[in-house]
């Protein structure tokens, strides 16, 4: 049986067998995070796997090399000498939330100006001793600084340039180091059972764990991991399709390898998705949240979030606009997807070429039920990889002997 003892300021002491999950409470660079965790997870572990956080690194995993030093309430910790379940209600800040990759920290932009990253994988370490360093004790002089620093180990011996790059820093800002400049409330898009939103408390997040939650998706900053645009005629009249678009459950069933499972209320819904390329073979559980049907303005916006058990997780907003035309009805989707886990390794290429069959597979699909006002004849498959890598394979040949023929 799990006891956890009551926190007195410190990391608190948790009685648990190794694999007994405890619930933790975290605030990682801003953003609310609730994780149920196996005891043994360290807080690198917990970072790296459950919440997508790799840019911690881990070395030694004794506390020596300092790789993976991120900041546990304002102070600097060796993150793989700290289970995750100790730290229920800290505050921590990764490397992640020093800077943004358009506006990086004084001490990145150091870095990178005085060829202080080497192979990189000592950085994260030394940025963050460096910033807990400069942050706490601002007089500290350039004699002191090897010795201040001699906690992470750089093996590429570059430690010349990282002691010049964080002296500079110091004296660019005397009076106090910027704080970090990434900390925000955002979907942290992780493997397994870390969830996040943008609440205060978590509390959000904590419910969306369960079988069928209804949370408020909320999408990753940044810039998406695909940006689908593609027009396409469908020949039957504009008022057809938007019958497909009222009924929730018919749309669904135009959605290649979608499934409907549960109207969660208040435009919330519950599916299933399987899509498969080559040896990766993913099932995904999630969420769907119609955040406009807007039939004058002939726009439809849906957000979704989904899961696989493999970790793979992927977001998206994508929005389904259409127009009458002389043929019929012009409708053109615009997507943003996030992805991460093992859909992540997907190239941009092949993952939007992907999208793009998947939403012809729709088109076909969404035009016989707006032919007929029925489900299409049979269910709209998941896409196999053979037509989804050999129909772009095939599209880009027809393409490439186009204009050879010009």
């Avoid at 005397?174 to 409330?185: L, Q, R």
Wanted: overall charge negative; some cysteine.
């Amino acid at each position: 049986m799990t006891e956890v003892v009551a926190q007195n300021g410190k990391p608190r002491a948790v009685k648990a067998a190794a694999d007994d999950l405890v619930e933790v409470r975290m605030t990682v660079n801003g953003t609310p995070a609730v994780l149920s965790l196996p005891a043994r997870v360290t807080l690198a572990d917990a970072l790296r796997d459950h919440l997508g956080l790799t840019g911690t690194h881990v070395g030694c995993e004794h506390g020596v090399c300092g790789m993976c030093t991120v900041l546990v309430d304002g102070q600097a910790a060796r993150a793989c000498l700290l289970f995750a379940v100790q730290l229920d209600g800290s505050d921590v800040v990764t490397v992640e939330g020093l800077g943004r990759p358009d506006d990086l920290h004084p001490l990145q932009e150091a870095f990178g100006r005085n060829h202080a990253l080497q192979c990189g994988f000592c950085t994260p370490g030394f940025l963050m001793s460096s910033y807990d360093l400069l942050s706490t004790k601002p007089e500290v002089t350039e004699e002191e600084l090897p010795e201040e620093l001699s906690g992470v180990i750089c093996r590429c011996t570059g430690y010349r340039n990282i002691l010049t790059a964080v002296n500079e820093t110091r004296e660019a800002h005397p009076d106090g180091i910027p704080a970090p400049g990434n900390c925000a409330h955002r979907a942290l898009v992780g493997r397994a059972t870390g969830q996040a939103g943008g609440s205060t408390d978590g509390r959000e997040a904590i419910e969306s764990t369960e079988d069928t939650p209804r949370i408020d998706i909320v999408l990753p900053d940044g810039d998406p991991t695909i940006a689908v645009d593609i027009e396409t005629g469908i020949g039957v009249p504009v008022d057809a399709v938007w019958r497909v678009f009222d009924d929730i459950s018919l749309l669904a069933r135009c959605l290649p390898g979608a499934e409907l499972t549960e109207d969660l209320g208040d435009d919330h819904y519950a599916g299933r998705a399987r899509v498969s390329v080559g040896p990766i073979k993913l099932a995904f559980k999630g969420v769907a949240h119609v955040v406009e049907h807007d039939r004058a303005g002939q726009c439809l916006r849906v957000l979704a979030q989904g899961q696989d058990t493999g970790g793979a997780q992927t977001q998206a907003d994508i929005v389904l606009r259409t127009e009458a035309t002389a043929t019929g009805t012009a409708m053109r989707a615009e997507a943003k997807v996030y992805l991460t886990g093992r859909i992540a390794q997907f190239g941009r290429a092949l993952a939007g070429d992907v999208s793009r069959r998947m939403f012809e597979q729709f088109a076909d699909a969404l035009r016989e039920a707006a032919t007929s006002g029925q489900a299409p004849s049979g269910p709209v498959k998941a896409p196999s990889a053979l037509k989804l890598l050999f129909a772009p394979l095939f599209a880009r040949i027809r393409t490439a002997l186009r204009r050879k023929s010009r």
